[in-house]
Every structure is written in structure tokens, then in C-alpha cells.
């Protein structure tokens, strides 16, 4: 099996810009490169931050690998997010993301959620095709705030059924 992008579970962009074309990329990767850094929550909701994901189905931390895809490990695989968006949902929400609480909502082949992200579903991919998004659609949503309204009005519902309020 060939390498592909997986994707935030909490904003839905890829958690790796593959620079595969010179120029265009190598300059939206110096701009976005909070995009390439991950969290990783486990079964148990143990929490791994800043890891990098290795383009076939895992995080890395060191010497640490941490599988995000079910194809891949079926049993003990985990999900994953970019640091920002693990962040924003504590600093706005004041939810720390937990597997329990998503894994019904899990889709069955991506690190990616049943649900509606409001972004382009065509820039899913077998690598992520950010190009199709807007220019705020790929911006950190701790620094961007149509990034930040678009994650928190798809999120705010959910977190209040996890945590019933
Ligand atoms: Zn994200």
C-alpha cells in the first residue's frame, strides 16, 4: 500500500502538507507548519502532543509510533488532531477531545469524523488537496477567526451532548 494524508479529526484539514511540487508548496508549508504538528489521543485517552505523521497511517514521536488508522490496527489505534485545534477546543470550550466520546462518530477508512466540516469534500484525497480550500480554511484557528467560528460552530453542539449540559 502506497503512502496517503490523513486528517484532523477536529478541523478536517490534513495533518501533513505533502510537498510534492516545488515552489507553491514549499512556501505554504514555511506559512502553515502548525499544520505538521499532531496530537495523538489513545484508547485509554492517554495524549501525545507534537508528534508528525508519516504518510502511511501513523504519528511519530521519537521513537514512538502511534497508528491513527483503523485499517491499519483495527484494535489499538487512535485518533489524532493538530496541536491548534486540541488547543482551541480547551481554551473555548474547555473539552478535552477524548476517544470515548468520538468513536461512534468515527469514520471507517480516515482520522476523520462523520460529519460535515464545511470544506470542500473533493480535497479528501489519497494526499490532502489543500488547494482547493479557501486561504482561512488552511490558517491555524488560534490565530484565524473565520477558521476558529468554523471549527467551534461544528463543535460546540457535540461537546455539549459529551458533556451533557
Ligand atoms: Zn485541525
Known sequence: MGAWDEYCIVCGCGLIV??????VESKIIKSQTWLNKVTVIDQANAVYHSGTYNSYGSVIFG????????????????????DDCYDLLQNELKYTIKMSDVKKKLSSSLNLLKISYSLNKKSYDQFWNWKLLSDSDIQSPLKNLHNKKRILKIWKPMVKKFLKI
Open 18 to 23: 505533502t510537498p510534492n511540487e516545488e515552489g
Open 63 to 82: 521513537k514512538q509510533k502511534k497508528v491513527i488508522n483503523q485499517i491499519v490496527d483495527e484494535k489499538n489505534f487512535a485518533i489524532a488532531c493538530h
